[in-house]
Structure formats: structure tokens, C-alpha cells
């Protein structure tokens, strides 16, 4: 007999899972879809679909393909940017794009993250960007003190 596994036996939910969920809520959101939207066309409750994209329900294979037909992608986009992600030919990746930190991925998939990406990408005149970025240091930098 497995196991149980020790992610999930703490109460918590399995950092895949949770990696999965955010991707999930990423991608709905980047669409502007409701989540009871998602919810209606793969037949689940909205609760549901809030559960999964917390990562405290699993995604069944099935069911994460229903979800990536309704958000337009493949399967395998839930698993992209996986933190300690191994490559195929056993080795990590040694790519120059490092994978990122996991508050960098709960800060993407938040509302206000979300909100200030959006923001920003509206953004055209760089020196403009420039600034806001300096702006946004030095306030975190005030933070600290």
C-alpha cells in the first residue's frame, strides 16, 4: 500500500495542486472570464472551480482537459514554470529564464497583481516605466525602514 502523502496529510494542499490552481486562475482571468463561467462550461460549481484554483481540490486529468478547452490552451500549461520543474532528459533547466519564486506567482495570480500588470503593460513611453519601477522600490525600500 502507498503512503499517504505528506503534503497533503498537514492539511495543505500539494504545491502542485496549488502551482495548477494558480495557472488555472491566470488564464481565466487573463480571458476575463467569470469564474462561474469556467465553471458552467466544464460542469462544476463555481465553489468548485474557486476549490481548484486554490490548489485545496485536485484536478482530475479529465477534468483539467475540459478546463483547458474552455481557456483556449493545452493541458500541459498548468504545468509550465513549475518551480524545481526537471526537463526531459533528467537534467534541470539551465535555460537562461529562471523559473520563478512562488510569492512572485501568488503576487501574479492576485487581483492586485493582476490589476497593476494590467496597468503597466498600458504603459507605452518607457522612460515613464522606468520611473514607475523606481517609484515602486523606493516605496517598498520606505516600507522596510
Keep these: 500500500m502507498l503512503s499517504p502523502d505528506p503534503e497533503r496529510t498537514k492539511g495543505k494542499p500539494n504545491p502542485v495542486d496549488i502551482h495548477v490552481g494558480r495557472r488555472i486562475r491566470m488564464r481565466r482571468v487573463r480571458m476575463d472570464m467569470p469564474q462561474a463561467a469556467l465553471a458552467d462550461a466544464i460542469g462544476v460549481t463555481f465553489q468548485q472551480v474557486q476549490k481548484y484554483e486554490k490548489g485545496s ?6 477534468r483539467l ?3 483547458a478547452d474552455a481557456l483556449e490552451v493545452s493541458a500541459s500549461y498548468f504545468f509550465d514554470d513549475m518551480p524545481g520543474e526537471l526537463k526531459v532528459n533528467g537534467g534541470r533547466d539551465s535555460g537562461a529564464k529562471a523559473n520563478p519564486h512562488p510569492e512572485v506567482m501568488e503576487f501574479v495570480s492576485s487581483d492586485e497583481g493582476i490589476a497593476l500588470i494590467r496597468a503597466f503593460i498600458r504603459i507605452r513611453d518607457e522612460k515613464v516605466r522606468t520611473r514607475m519601477i523606481s517609484l515602486v522600490k523606493a ?5 522596510r525602514q
Excluded: C
Aim: hydrophobic content about 35%; glycine content about 14%; overall charge negative.
Design 65 to 67: 482537459q475540459q478546463i
Design 139 to 143: 516605496l517598498a525600500e520606505e516600507g
Design 57 to 62: 481540490n485536485r484536478v482530475g486529468a479529465s
